[in-house]
């Protein structure tokens, strides 16, 4: 699975990164404390709003917050087994960087 659109949060206090595949109807959502859900996909429009907004934290806790106000589940929780799998090369350090948690985070492509 390529990434399709990606953004790495690092101003945010508590999202780390969010990750789509292009043929995936889900994205990744990576917080502070080392944990990730995934959740369904925004539309698409929405989504690159959050990837070329200038403040994207804010954006995606908005739209996480709308989430939950509506009653829709809170995201399934990903192991960090699943997480490495899906959002990190396990294999290779090529287009990753350190986040400030010292864990390793892909590269930001949008």
Not at 55 to 61: I, K, T, Y
Not at 83 to 93: N, P, Q
Request: net charge positive; with cysteine; proline share 5%.
């Amino acid at each position: 699975m390529r990434p399709y659109l990606h953004k790495s949060f690092f101003q945010s206090r508590s999202l780390a990164y969010v990750r789509r595949y292009e043929d995936s109807e889900e994205m990744i959502v990576g917080f502070r404390d080392g944990t990730a859900r995934r959740y369904p996909c925004v539309a698409l429009s929405d989504y690159q709003s959050v990837a070329r907004s200038r403040a994207p934290g804010s954006v995606l806790r908005g739209w996480l917050r709308d989430r939950k106000a509506r009653g829709l589940p809170p995201g399934e929780e990903l192991s960090t087994r699943q997480v490495l799998a899906l959002v990190g090369d396990a294999g290779s350090t090529s287009g990753t960087r350190q986040a400030a948690d010292g864990s390793a985070v892909a590269a930001a492509s949008v």
